[in-house]
């Protein structure tokens, strides 16, 4: 027997029916609300408000609960790979060996970019951003697969630009930062596994070998399977409104980069390692740096703190807070700064203010220090949560086709001037 809710307005009543997801999770539909009663909700930031039903992740914030298609990202953390979570994400299962191994084939026969690429990349300028450099030279890949422009083809031809894409992005992101440092690119080489063929790209240089650091590619590899999906958050959900438009698959990638690069989601990761170095460089007084956080006047915020549904702690913080440690150990790095990010955490979570407001390190609290110890770049950091993020962002965008959801498109309330006549500027 379906629930419903019953709502009271101006002398009458509206019943509601109640969805229940398989995790018990409830919500209104509320699709009848306005031709039935004339309202519409409102709730900016769409902190209460559900966009969809998705299948993919399921995450609690309260009991700090993070599971890709049913599996623990604990368990999948420690015992998968990133291309098996790849799998897994955008096609519903756990692939056989059978099924892996002709993904991983498929992913390596399209790592290569047109040519034509390259001098789009050396279009921009050694200073900027790479993840600025990303989403264009992603946006640009619908110039050499104009086919991948129509999603509503066949289902072959959609695997096919989920394939390229996949294998694709590690060599554009490795090529940003190439274009950053103004070193000439390196190729991919198919012989190596997704991690290390990402990391020759990046460190390598076209004239001499490079041996990738298994330390390195393994830890790599484990912050992408953290990093891959996160259900509805604002890049998923941006990747999603730009697909329900039925832009292509580039285009919505595109736009996701574009959106995880702000500082208050992926873009915390280059912030929080700004802010501990700022602190360091203080003179190391932490305290300080605690009260401005608290200081309504200011607005300076804990950077890798907080986060709109983890209220308790964000499991991924935690398994990456154990690995830095090993990382650090393993490679015989010692980083200031983790000191810091430590005392950090210790004071804040003592702290009133961050204990009543749910205030815990998040993914990005972190993950910047293991990508400093891997020799990444600070503004590199967010280009790593996009190469993690991209499997969730394909997996999220096939659904919402599949499911061949509406366009999204919000109402809103005007709050602007009632009808007013036009006055002639001489009058003005
Ligand atoms: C990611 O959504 C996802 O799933 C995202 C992500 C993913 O995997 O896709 O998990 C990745 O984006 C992680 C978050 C990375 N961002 C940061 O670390 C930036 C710092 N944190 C915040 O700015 C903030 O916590 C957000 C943006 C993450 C969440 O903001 P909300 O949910 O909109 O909460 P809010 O801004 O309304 O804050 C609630 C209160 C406010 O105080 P009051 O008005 O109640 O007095 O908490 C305060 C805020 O001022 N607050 C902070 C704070 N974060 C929130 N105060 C100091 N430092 C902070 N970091």
């Known amino acids: ?38 309202l519409i909700t409102l709730d900016k930031g769409f902190k209460n408000t559900g966009s ?31 291309i098996e979570v790849a ?28 040519e034509d690429v390259k001098s789009i990349l050396d279009g921009f300028p050694s200073k900027a951003h790479p993840m600025g450099v990303l989403s264009s030279l992603v946006s640009s890949l619908t110039a050499f697969y104009p086919k991948s422009l129509d999603p509503n083809r066949s289902k072959e031809q959609v695997d ?38 990402f990391l020759r790209m990046m460190f390598g240089l076209p004239t001499e070998e490079f041996d990738v650091n298994p330390v390195v590619s393994k830890a790599l590899d484990k912050l992408l399977i953290l990093h891959a999906d996160h259900e509805q958050n604002c890049s998923a959900s941006t990747v999603r409104i730009v697909g329900s438009s039925h832009a292509s698959l580039y285009a919505s990638v595109s736009a996701g980069i574009a959106a995880l690069w702000g500082p208050l989601h992926g873009g915390a990761n280059q912030a929080v390692i700004e802010m ?40 991924r913080a935690t398994i990456i807070k154990k690995a ?74 096939k659904e919402m086709r599949e499911n061949n959801e509406p366009i999204g498109r919000p109402r809103q309330v005007y709050q602007g001037h009632t009808r007013r006549d036009y006055v002639n500027i001489a009058n003005r």
């Open 52 to 82: 969809t039903e998705s299948a993919i992740t399921f995450l609690n914030g309260e009991e700090g609960i993070l599971r890709y298609r049913g599996y623990a990202i604990e368990d999948l953390a420690e015992k998968s790979s990133f």
């Open 87 to 114: 799998f897994l994400l955008i096609y519903g299962e756990l692939p056989t060996t059978e099924e892996l191994k002709d993904f991983q084939e498929r992913i390596v026969h399209h790592t290569l970019v047109h």
């Open 324 to 397: 830095a440690d090993e990382v650090l150990a393993e490679l015989g790095v010692k980083d200031p700064v983790l000191d810091i990010a430590k005392q950090l955490e210790e004071i804040a979570l003592k702290d009133e203010y961050f204990v009543a407001r749910g205030l815990y390190p998040n993914v990005d609290f972190y993950s910047g220090i293991i990508y400093r110890a891997l020799g990444i770049p600070t503004d590199m950091f967010t280009v790593m949560f996009a190469l993690g993020r991209l499997p969730g962002w394909v997996a999220q965008w």
């Open 160 to 197: 096919g630009t989920i394939i390229r894409i996949l294998a694709k992005l590690p060599t554009l992101a490795a090529w940003s930062y190439k274009n950053r440092m103004r070193q000439p690119v390196v190729y991919p080489n198919n012989n190596l596994d997704y991690c290390s063929n």
């Open 1 to 38: 027997m379906s629930k419903t809710a019953e709502l009271h307005y101006d002398g009458k009543s509206y019943q509601i029916p109640v969805v229940e997801g398989t995790e018990n999770e409830k919500a209104l539909d509320i699709s009848r609300i306005r031709a039935e009663s004339g």
């Open 276 to 315: 501990l170095e700022a602190i360091r460089k203080d003179g190391g007084d932490i305290s300080k740096y605690v009260a401005k956080a608290k200081d309504k006047s200011d607005s300076f915020r804990l950077m890798g703190f907080g986060h709109r549904v983890y209220k308790n702690f964000d499991p």
